[in-house]
Nanobody, 115 residues
């Protein structure tokens, strides 16, 4: 059974950094990409950053230059380094893994940035 477990969220002040980590367990074949999404209160879940199996990355315009997504294939983890955090970065951050057949999601981790 596939499980995604996020960690690293918390409460920080504007300008500080956090590193989120997503540990993937279980057998997953045919991974196309791994990604982090964010859902702010009362808003839809939006893509923050993604990384393909080949290492190509993509970022939302709002986080470019501040966030970095990385993956370690041997450990089956995908991390999100978040620097220069802003109050608008507040939300629940979800890790997802996409294959050609399925989309797997974690339970999310809360990130709160105070001004």
């Amino acid at each position: 059974q596939v499980q995604l477990v996020e960690s690293g969220g918390g409460l920080v002040q504007a300008g500080e950094s956090l590193r989120l980590s997503c540990a993937v367990s279980g057998s997953i074949f045919g991974i196309i990409f791994m990604a982090w999404y964010r859902q702010a209160p009362g808003k839809q879940r939006d893509l923050v950053a993604s990384i393909t199996s080949g290492g190509r990355t993509n970022y939302a315009d709002s986080v470019k230059g501040r966030f970095t997504i990385s993956r370690e294939n041997a450990k089956n983890t995908v991390d999100l380094q978040m620097n220069s955090l802003k109050p608008e970065d507040t939300g629940v951050y979800y890790c997802t893994v996409r294959t050609n057949r399925n989309a797997y999601w974690g339970q999310g981790t809360q990130v709160t940035v105070s001004s």
